[in-house]
Structure formats: structure tokens, C-alpha cells
């Protein structure tokens, strides 16, 4: 009995050790997220973004921060919006309860940092740095680069 099992093992060690590998070079190669996948930092569309409050009236844990203004139109628009992902549960309410779908994961999964200071993220600043770094680049600088003022 004893020798029987232990062959048994055997043969599937080396079933593995000869069959294909499944390791992933961490930093080099990233395994694909499943689109429903939870987690990272939210990602706001500013333009989307009704300023209904919604998002931050369903976070069971007061994660989202965000403050609104009257415009000269008479139209609600965000002044602030702040994401605490050291309060969040990743529960996926604020998404849901969007009327406009203005915030979704960035699927950045790497966010470990070393201050909890670190784990505050302003929505705005990050948008706006996105669509900065998301038009054409300058035509006066060369080899593509961005201008520098």
C-alpha cells in the first residue's frame, strides 16, 4: 500500500515537472484581469460626472469625499473629489449607484504604499493629469516630446 501511493505521487511530480510551465515574471508580464474585477483606484470622468452625489451617499464607509458648486448656469458641478481607499471595501455600491457611469476601477491592482497619507487620492487632479498626458504631443518640441514652459 505504502509503495503504491508513493508511486502514484511520483508519477504526478513528474507529470508537472515535464509539462508546460505556468510561471509569470511578476514585474515584467501581468496576468489578465477578468473584467469584473474589483479594485485600484477609481477612475472619474469628470465629464460624465452629474455631481448628484450618489456615489458617496451609498459608501457604507464615508470613502468618497466630494463637494459640489452651483455654476452661473444653475447647474451642479464637482469642486472636490476625493477617493479613501484605505475606507474602502471594494464592495462595488458607488459604481453601481452612478446614474451617469462617471467612476469605474482603473484595475490597477498595485497599491500598496507606505503612509497611510498615500492611500488619499484626488479623482479631480488624476483626470485632469489623464487627459493631459492623453492629447498630442507638442509640435514644437522634438523627437515627439512635450514642450516644456
Known amino acids: 500500500m505504502q509503495g503504491k501511493g508513493l ?11 515535464v509539462g508546460k510551465k505556468v510561471t509569470v515574471q511578476y514585474p515584467e508580464e501581468k496576468l489578465p484581469l477578468s473584467p469584473r474585477f ?3 483606484v477609481l477612475d472619474l470622468s ?3 460626472c452629474i ?15 466630494l463637494g459640489t458648486a452651483v455654476g452661473e448656469n444653475k447647474k451642479k458641478h464637482l469642486t472636490r473629489y ?3 481607499s484605505g475606507r474602502c471595501l471594494y464592495c462595488d455600491l458607488c459604481i453601481e449607484a452612478c446614474p451617469t457611469k462617471a467612476i469605474v476601477w482603473d484595475k490597477n491592482y ?3 504604499t507606505y503612509w497611510r497619507d498615500d492611500l488619499e487620492h484626488d479623482c479631480m487632479a488624476a483626470a485632469a493629469a489623464k487627459q493631459g498626458t492623453a492629447g498630442e504631443p507638442d509640435a514644437t518640441a522634438p523627437d515627439g516630446e ?4
Open 146 to 149: 512635450k514642450g516644456e514652459d
Open 46 to 48: 469628470v465629464e460624465k
Open 82 to 84: 476625493h477617493y479613501l
Open 7 to 17: 508511486l502514484k505521487g511520483m508519477g504526478i511530480t513528474l507529470k508537472r515537472f
Open 51 to 65: 455631481a448628484c452625489g450618489l456615489c458617496a451617499m451609498s459608501c457604507p464607509n464615508q470613502a468618497i469625499d
Open 110 to 112: 498595485e497599491n500598496s
Open 38 to 40: 474589483r479594485g485600484g
